[in-house]
């Protein structure tokens, strides 16, 4: 059997996953807010760790979470018998031990710790803004940052997005790199994957009848004679900035 096979388990924890009833992009009234959502397949919601404040234990295997990209570990806790889910590390091992608070320095996967126990050079993900909270940044498929620089303080970390930020020496991180980075490679194979993800068809405005849209109507094809619009008539890209008038001086 193929070895990744084996770190996967199929079925999740029912006293971790709960019912979520998803929006669909429409508000309280009914009324829609957020196009092209609506009509996905059933899910549960998987309840995870995200402060990382008590969960230690040894890794049973890999779970597939619908509602997010990365991979979610099921660490074990052989002192309390509980399961609890993680944001699992890039390069996990089944058996592999997972401890929260250490005080340990080094490069232990999977581990979390505050900035102040992480050496300078490493990579973290499941960062917190500031101390105390749970971690908000750095969780998306392959995700990590790199801290660069310490004070007694402070410690300097470049973002996934290249951009250089100071955090609280006290915030709380999690040593690796998130979990499946090979997600963005995925292609789908065809058009009813994109519904079971809850995705809809967009139709194209110059597609449409001129009581639809402003850029319906015409004998074929019509740029409807202005720039980009929405249904309601308002720039999509924009307001023109462009001058065109010469402003002539005085002198």
């Known amino acids: 059997m193929n070895k990744k096979k084996q770190l996967f388990i199929s079925k999740p924890l029912k006293s971790k996953t709960r019912a979520w009833n998803p929006s669909t992009g429409r508000n309280n009234t009914g009324q829609i807010t957020a196009w092209h959502r609506g009509g996905r397949h059933k899910r549960l919601y998987r309840d995870i760790d995200s402060k990382r404040k008590n969960t230690n234990g040894i890794v049973v295997g890999l779970e597939y979470d619908p509602n997010r990209s990365a991979f979610l570990a099921r660490v074990f806790n052989p002192d309390k018998k509980i399961n609890t889910y993680i944001l699992a590390p890039s390069k996990i091992k089944k058996g592999a031990v997972i401890r929260s608070n250490s005080n340990r320095t080094g490069l232990q996967n999977g581990h979390s710790k505050i900035l102040k126990y992480i050496l300078t050079g490493s990579y973290v993900y499941n ?75 967009i139709v194209r405005g110059v597609a449409m009848n001129p009581i639809d849209h402003p850029h319906g109507g015409g004998e074929g094809k019509t740029s409807g004679g202005r720039p980009s619009v929405t249904p309601w008539a308002k720039p999509t890209k924009g307001l023109i900035t462009r001058r065109t008038k010469i402003i002539k001086n005085n002198a």
């Open 127 to 201: 960062l917190s803004v500031i101390p105390r909270e749970k971690g908000k940044i750095l969780r998306a498929p392959g995700a990590c940052g790199k801290i660069l620089k310490r004070t007694n303080n402070l410690a300097k970390i470049r973002l996934k997005s290249g951009q250089y930020r100071w955090f609280d020496i006290r915030t709380i991180a999690t040593n690796g790199i998130v979990s499946n980075q090979n997600h963005r490679f995925i292609k789908l194979k065809k058009a009813g994957q994109s519904r079971w993800l809850g995705k809809r068809p």
